[in-house]
C-alpha cells in the first residue's frame, strides 16, 4: 500500500482520503514519515522556518464549554477568570521593545461583557506601540462570536479589525469539523462550516490565515481525514492558508480528563500524514509547545519545516498540563534547527525571510550525506 | 519489509549491512558508516533488523535491572543527547551490536515520547523507575484518581504500568514487564 502511494506521489498524482486512512493505520509510522521528508525536502530542502513571536491571551472569559479546554473560565470573577486592561496588555509589547518581536499572536476566550471597541483598540494601541508589528489575531470562532454578538457579518467584523490593525488570522477553533465530533466536544461556538467561511472570507480580503486541527481525543481516522480534506478543498479555491498545524489534545483539567493524550508517536504521524495530505497548503509546522521540543525537533524529519516561534507568553496548553516550557530564545530555536541538520530561517508571518542562519556544525549535521541546496542558502547569510 | 523501506536502504547504501548482518557477519567498523547514513533509513533498518532478532516485544522494567554484555543501554551516562542522537544512538546499537542485543531506553534520561520514538529505531527495552510528575519515586502506598465512568482511586504504580503499556501498544508493539530481571 505504501509503495503504491510514494508511486502516486512520483507521478504527482493527489493523494485520496482513503490514501490518508491508510497512511493513518500504517504500522510503520518511520516509513511513512520518510515519504513526508521527501515531500518536506522537494518542497523547502533543509530550510526551516521560526519567527520571533509574543502569544498573549487578554482574556480567558468565555461562554463556550468546550470539553477539551483548560484556559476558559465561564463568567468574569470566577476563580481564575482574567481580563487584562488594555494598558496591561500592551505593557507586554512596551517592555520588550529592546528586543521587540515581529508578531503578537492574539487568541482569547469569546467574552460576552466587552464592546467591539476593546479589541479595537487593543490592536490600534499595538500599532501605536510598534507601527510594524504584524498582529496575527482573533481565532475564525472569535470572529464568528464577533459576528454575532456584536450584529455584523464575518465580512464587516474583519473590515474593521483591519482598520484598527489586524493583519492575519491564526488557525486555532479548528478543532474538528466534523459535526460527529464537534457536536460532542464544542457544541456551542462556530461549526465547521462557520469556521472555513470565516478563513474564506479573510482570503477574499487579501489576508493570510493558518489552520489547526485538534487531534487525540474522541475523533477517528476519519474525522481527521475528513477535516484535512475540508482544508485541502478550501484551500483550492482560495490559496490563502499558510501553514497547517496538528495540535496534540492535552487532557489535563478539562472535561475530557478521562483520556489518554495521544503519544509521541501519534504526532510525528500526525506531522506525516497532513504533509502527505496537505499538497497545496505550503508549511506545516511542529509546534513545540504542543509536542516539546525535543519532539518537534524530530518532526523536522517527519514532514514539518517550520517550528512556530519564541512564544513568550503561552498559557492555554500550559493549563492543559503541557510539560513544553512557556517560551524559547530565537537562540535556542536556533540550535534546536541546526542539531536537525536543517537550516533555520527566521521569517515575518507572511513568510519573507528575516534572516537566514548557517548550518551548524553539529554531529546531526555534519553526519548529513546529501545536499546541495544548503550550501547555496549558506551562501546568503548575512 | 515495503519497498518503500527497501529503497530507503538501498539509497543509503545500507543494503551491504544488512546482507553481512543477515548472513551472521556483524563488521563493527560499520558503524562509522551507520553515523553518517541518512536517519530515518537507519531507523528503517534498525526496526527490520529488531523485528527479525528480538520481534515486536518490549521488555520494561521499573526498578534497576541487570546490564550484561547482551545489554546496550541508551543514552549512556553522563552523555547528553540530542532527540535525533538518540535516535541515531539506538539504531546504531541494533545494527552493529551483537545479533539479538538488547536495546534498552532509560527512559529518565531521555523522557518517555523520546523513549517510545525510540522503539521504532530498533529498541526493544523501555527502564526508568515510575515517578510521579516531579519526577520523584511514588511512595509504595500512594494513589491516584482515575476518572471514567465512576471516579476511583488506584494505586500509583498500577496506574503509571498502564501508561506505559499503552505507550508501547501505541507504537504497535508488545509490552511485557520484566519483573523476573529485577535485581
Given at each position: 500500500?505504501i509503495?503504491?502511494i510514494?508511486?502516486r506521489?512520483?507521478a504527482g498524482?493527489?493523494?485520496s482520503g482513503e490514501?490518508?486512512?491508510?497512511?493513518?493505520?500504517?504500522p510503520d509510522?518511520?516509513?511513512?514519515?520518510?515519504?513526508?521528508n521527501e515531500?518536506r525536502?522537494?518542497?523547502?530542502?533543509?530550510?526551516?522556518?521560526?519567527n520571533?513571536?509574543?502569544?498573549?491571551?487578554?482574556?480567558?472569559?468565555?461562554?463556550?464549554?468546550?470539553?477539551f479546554?483548560s484556559?476558559?473560565?465561564?463568567?468574569?470573577?470566577?476563580p481564575?477568570?482574567?481580563?487584562?486592561?488594555l494598558?496591561?496588555?500592551?505593557?507586554e509589547l512596551e517592555i520588550r521593545?529592546?528586543?521587540?518581536?515581529?508578531?503578537i499572536?492574539v487568541?482569547n476566550?469569546?467574552?460576552?461583557?466587552?464592546p467591539f471597541s476593546y479589541y479595537e483598540d487593543l490592536l490600534?494601541?499595538f500599532?501605536r506601540?510598534k507601527p510594524d508589528i504584524?498582529?496575527?489575531?482573533?481565532?475564525a470562532?472569535?470572529?464568528?462570536?464577533?459576528a454575532?454578538h456584536y450584529?455584523?457579518?464575518?465580512r464587516?467584523v474583519?473590515?474593521?479589525?483591519r482598520?484598527?490593525g489586524l493583519?492575519?488570522?491564526?488557525?486555532?477553533g479548528?478543532?474538528?469539523f466534523?459535526?460527529?465530533?464537534?457536536?460532542?466536544i464544542?457544541h456551542d461556538k462556530?461549526?465547521?462550516?462557520e469556521?472555513?467561511?470565516v478563513?474564506r472570507?479573510?482570503h477574499?480580503?487579501?489576508?493570510r490565515?493558518?489552520?489547526?486541527?485538534l487531534y487525540?481525543?474522541i475523533?477517528?481516522?476519519?474525522?481527521?481525514v475528513?477535516?484535512m480534506l475540508?482544508?485541502?478543498?478550501?484551500?483550492?479555491?482560495?490559496?490563502?492558508?499558510q501553514?497547517?498545524i496538528?495540535l496534540?489534545?492535552?487532557p489535563?483539567?478539562n472535561g475530557?480528563?478521562?483520556?489518554?493524550?495521544p503519544?509521541a508517536?501519534?504526532a510525528?504521524r500526525?506531522?506525516a500524514?497532513?504533509r502527505?495530505?496537505l499538497?497545496?497548503v505550503?508549511?506545516?509546522k511542529a509546534?513545540w509547545v504542543s509536542?516539546?521540543?525535543?519532539?518537534?525537533?524530530i518532526?523536522?524529519?517527519f514532514g514539518?519545516d517550520d517550528?512556530?516561534?519564541?512564544i513568550?507568553?503561552?498559557?492555554?496548553?500550559r493549563?492543559?498540563?503541557?510539560r513544553?516550557p512557556?517560551a524559547?530564545?530565537?537562540?535556542?530555536?536556533?540550535r534546536?534547527?541546526?542539531e536537525?541538520g536543517?537550516v533555520?530561517?527566521e521569517?515575518?508571518t507572511?513568510y519573507?525571510?528575516?534572516?537566514?542562519?548557517p548550518?551548524?556544525v553539529?554531529?546531526?549535521?555534519a553526519?548529513?550525506?546529501?545536499?546541495?541546496?544548503?550550501a547555496?542558502h549558506l551562501e546568503?547569510v548575512s | 519489509?515495503?519497498?518503500?523501506?527497501?529503497?530507503?536502504?538501498?539509497?543509503?547504501?545500507?543494503?551491504?549491512v544488512?546482507e553481512a548482518r543477515?548472513a551472521g557477519r556483524?563488521d563493527?567498523?560499520?558503524?562509522?558508516?551507520?553515523?553518517?547514513?541518512?536517519?530515518l533509513a537507519?531507523?528503517a533498518?534498525a526496526?527490520?533488523?529488531?523485528?527479525e532478532?528480538?520481534?515486536?516485544?518490549?521488555?520494561?522494567?521499573?526498578?534497576?535491572?541487570a546490564v550484561?554484555?547482551?545489554?546496550?543501554?541508551?543514552p549512556?551516562e553522563?552523555?547528553?543527547?540530542?532527540?535525533?542522537e538518540l535516535l541515531r544512538?539506538?539504531?546504531?546499537?541494533?545494527?552493529s551490536?551483537?545479533?539479538?542485543?538488547?536495546v534498552r531506553?532509560?527512559?529518565t534520561?531521555?523522557?518517555?515520547e523520546?523513549?517510545?520514538?525510540a522503539?521504532?529505531?530498533?529498541?526493544?527495552?523501555?527502564a526508568?523507575?515510575i515517578?510521579n510528575?516531579?519526577?520523584?519515586?511514588?511512595?509504595?502506598?500512594e494513589?491516584?484518581g482515575?476518572?471514567?465512568?465512576k471516579s476511583?482511586?488506584e494505586?500509583?504504580?498500577t496506574?503509571k504500568r498502564?501508561e506505559?503499556?499503552?505507550f508501547?501498544?501505541r507504537?504497535?508493539?508488545?509490552?511485557?514487564?520484566?519483573?523476573e530481571?529485577i535485581?
Open positions: 500500500m509503495d503504491a510514494r508511486r506521489l512520483e498524482d493527489r493523494l490514501d490518508g486512512l491508510a497512511l493513518l493505520r500504517h509510522v518511520v516509513a511513512v514519515g520518510q515519504l513526508a515531500v525536502e522537494r518542497l523547502h530542502g533543509d530550510r526551516t522556518y521560526f520571533r513571536n509574543m502569544r498573549l491571551e487578554v482574556t480567558n472569559v468565555c461562554v463556550a464549554s468546550c470539553l479546554c484556559f476558559a473560565k465561564l463568567e468574569e470573577g470566577a481564575g477568570a482574567h481580563t487584562m486592561p494598558e496591561k496588555a500592551w505593557h521593545m529592546d528586543d521587540p518581536p515581529s508578531e499572536h487568541v476566550g469569546l467574552h460576552p461583557g466587552l490600534s494601541g500599532k506601540i504584524h498582529l496575527k489575531c482573533f481565532t470562532v472569535e470572529i464568528h462570536f464577533f454575532q450584529k455584523m457579518t464575518h464587516e474583519l473590515e474593521r479589525l482598520l484598527a493583519d492575519s488570522l491564526p488557525g486555532g479548528a478543532e474538528i466534523h459535526p460527529e465530533v464537534r457536536s460532542r464544542s462556530a461549526t465547521g462550516d469556521w472555513l467561511e478563513h472570507v479573510a477574499a480580503l487579501g489576508m490565515t493558518n489552520a489547526t486541527i487525540g481525543h475523533e477517528t481516522f476519519e474525522h481527521r475528513d477535516h475540508r482544508l485541502r478543498a478550501l484551500q483550492d479555491e482560495t490559496g490563502g492558508l501553514a497547517f496538528p496534540a489534545f492535552h489535563d483539567g475530557m480528563k478521562n483520556l489518554p493524550a503519544t508517536i501519534d510525528l500526525m506531522v500524514v497532513s502527505l495530505l499538497d497545496n505550503p508549511h506545516v509546534y509536542m516539546t521540543p525535543e519532539v518537534a525537533q518532526a523536522l524529519r514539518a517550528v512556530d516561534g519564541t513568550v507568553h503561552e498559557t492555554i496548553y493549563a492543559a498540563g503541557s513544553s512557556g524559547l530564545t530565537t537562540e535556542q530555536l536556533v534546536l534547527i541546526q536537525a536543517r533555520p530561517v521569517r515575518d507572511l519573507n525571510v528575516v534572516r537566514e542562519h548550518r551548524a553539529l554531529p546531526e549535521a553526519f548529513k550525506v546529501r545536499d546541495r541546496k544548503a547555496r546568503v | 519489509m515495503s519497498a518503500l523501506t527497501d529503497a530507503a536502504i538501498d539509497r543509503a547504501g545500507l543494503r551491504g544488512l543477515r556483524i563493527p567498523a560499520a558503524a562509522d558508516h551507520l553515523r553518517s547514513a541518512d536517519l537507519l531507523g533498518l526496526d527490520c533488523v529488531r523485528a532478532e528480538v520481534g515486536d516485544e518490549v521488555a520494561i522494567y521499573t526498578r534497576p535491572a550484561d554484555a547482551q545489554v546496550v543501554v541508551v549512556c553522563g552523555r547528553e543527547l540530542t532527540g535525533l544512538e539506538v539504531a546504531v546499537a541494533r545494527v551490536g551483537p545479533r539479538g542485543v538488547r531506553v532509560d527512559w534520561r531521555c523522557g518517555l523520546l523513549a517510545q520514538i522503539l521504532g529505531f530498533g529498541a526493544n527495552e523501555l526508568g523507575q515517578a510528575k516531579r519526577g520523584l519515586p511514588m511512595a509504595e502506598d494513589k491516584l482515575v476518572v471514567g465512568k476511583r482511586l494505586p500509583a504504580e496506574v498502564r506505559l503499556e499503552g508501547v501498544r507504537s504497535g508493539r508488545t509490552p511485557r514487564f520484566d519483573e530481571a535485581r
